[in-house]
């Protein structure tokens, strides 16, 4: 392992429609500029075509702030980490043709990331006031793609022990939001109007699952179906309880997520459980995880809340942690958009 010097590493994130770029050195981030994608708000959803686009124009500059932000020159740079996948693989592509450019340019190591381990190892950044979690540990990962409970036995040995069989956690939010007439993207204007609605306002039903697995598409369609009826009875019956229907949904999928991380406590004997990934940005799944210390004896792990959604922050210490274990890849690595958590 390489020690005693400085190690500094450009993290590159483009997997879907944010652009980002960071500089981490020796575990502390420096910088980590995001370059945010406003086009895809009018068509409710993300575009692809769009997406790969827009990071062509915003990656130029975002590498060249976040390098500036962090006070050095790009020669100063020790290696290139991009991600890999999963994502979008136009947006994916992007990212992958300039950090292979720029590591030949440069002359340094390039290093491949999976995505989601990034969300997982953002618990390693340097950070005053940050615990990072022991091995082995728990991380309930949720994203707009992704809802999976991962054991975690090392930097990069992970075990996927329940995830969901049809529609990840992120979606559901956003299209329990899309059908309340809510803009893109809907997850976090849901998170907004539960804080002041009654959770119990209204029930719906949880799908039965076996073991630690999720499943996500029954709740929708019925959300789908309860908004359907009401409005039937009362046109303005989604404006008159927006705060309650928002907080009855969030209510319901906060019980799902909880229920299967007790499971998975119970079955492995792991108490140290961490969260990871856009929807841990979610301000109910944040508070339910700090209850559950007091509740049932947990240790948990929260990352500060500019390492949840897509950021380049996780993406430079899974490179800088690669770095220390001489883990390069070759510059006909390719990106995919399509990876396990378990995959390099």
């Not at 500036?68 to 999963?86: E, S």
């Not at 899309?178 to 204007?189: E, T």
Request: proline content about 4%; aromatic content about 8%.
């Amino acid at each position: 392992m390489i020690k005693n010097k400085s190690i500094y590493i450009l993290g590159i994130e483009s997997s879907c429609d944010d652009t980002s770029a960071a500089v981490i050195c020796n575990g502390k981030i420096l910088s980590n500029v995001v370059a945010n994608q406003e086009i895809h708000t009018k068509y409710g959803g993300v575009v692809p075509e769009l997406a790969s686009r827009a990071h062509q124009q915003n990656i130029v500059p975002v590498i060249q702030q976040a390098i500036q932000q962090a006070n050095i020159d790009k020669k100063d740079l020790n290696a290139i980490a991009f991600t890999r996948g999963p994502g979008l693989m136009g947006s994916l592509l992007v990212g992958t043709s300039f950090a292979k450019s720029l590591s030949l340019a440069l002359n340094i190591p390039l290093i491949a990331v999976n995505h989601m381990q990034g969300h997982v190892l953002a618990h390693f950044i340097d950070e005053e006031n940050q615990q990072k979690p022991p091995f082995p540990f728990l991380c309930l990962t949720i994203s707009g793609g992704h809802t999976q409970i991962v054991k975690i036995t090392d930097y990069f040995t992970m075990e996927v022990i329940g995830e969901t069989l049809d529609d990840a956690v992120g979606e559901a939010f956003d299209k329990s939001a899309k059908i309340l007439g809510l803009p893109y993207p809907g997850g976090p204007l849901v998170d907004k109007y539960a804080k002041l609605g009654n959770p119990l306002a209204f029930k719906f039903t949880k799908p039965k699952m076996a073991d630690l697995n999720f499943s996500f598409s029954g709740l929708k369609t019925g959300i789908l179906y309860f908004i359907q009826k009401k409005v039937k009875e009362n046109p303005n019956f989604i404006e008159e309880n927006l705060n309650d229907i928002c907080a009855s949904i969030q209510y319901t999928i906060v019980e799902i997520l909880f229920d299967k991380l007790k499971k998975a406590v119970e079955k492995t004997g792991i108490n140290h459980v961490a969260i990871a990934g856009g929807v841990s940005a979610n301000s109910e799944i944040r508070k339910v995880l700090k209850e559950t210390e007091h509740k049932y004896g947990w240790t948990t792990y929260i990352p500060k809340f500019e390492y949840t959604t897509d950021n380049a922050g996780m993406i430079a210490i899974t490179g800088y942690l690669k770095y220390l274990d001489n883990n390069f890849s070759k510059d006909t690595i390719i990106a995919t958009a399509r990876l396990k958590v378990n995959e390099q």
